[in-house]
């Protein structure tokens, strides 16, 4: 299983962002996908996540209004579209999968990404 992780990059406050994630290796249809992301120094946190048929979503209150996560099962991609974002949001975001219903824990995924680095300066 390869989750690719793109779309990161330095930008400024206010500005917004599209993050993918290219799934193989999985019947993408059948798993949850999330993503997830991490500060320096800080943990692994919940960010949003999206049931397999894309009927239901869960975000972490930090980004709801904010972040909308969405899916292609044609095309194995999971997105991340961020909009206002903020220095807090600076991140590594990471994409995961697992093969049940909709989780915002870290350890219920199966499957992660390597990760897209996304910088907000002020």
């Known amino acids: 299983v390869q989750l690719q992780a793109s779309g990161g990059g330095l930008v400024q406050a206010g500005g917004s962002l599209r993050l993918s994630c290219a799934a193989s290796g999985l019947t993408f249809s059948r798993y949850v996908m999330g993503w997830f992301r991490q500060a320096p120094g800080k943990e692994r946190e919940f960010v949003a996540a999206?049931?397999?048929?894309?009927?239901?979503?869960s975000y972490a209150d930090s980004v709801k209004g904010r972040f909308t996560i969405s899916r292609d099962n044609a095309k194995n991609t999971v997105y991340l579209q961020i909009t206002s974002l903020k220095p807090e949001d600076t991140a590594v975001y990471y994409c995961a999968a697992r093969a049940l219903a909709v989780s915002t824990y870290v350890n219920r995924y199966d499957y992660w990404g390597q990760g897209t680095e996304v910088t907000v300066s002020s």
């Open positions: 999206i049931s397999w048929s894309g009927g239901s979503t």
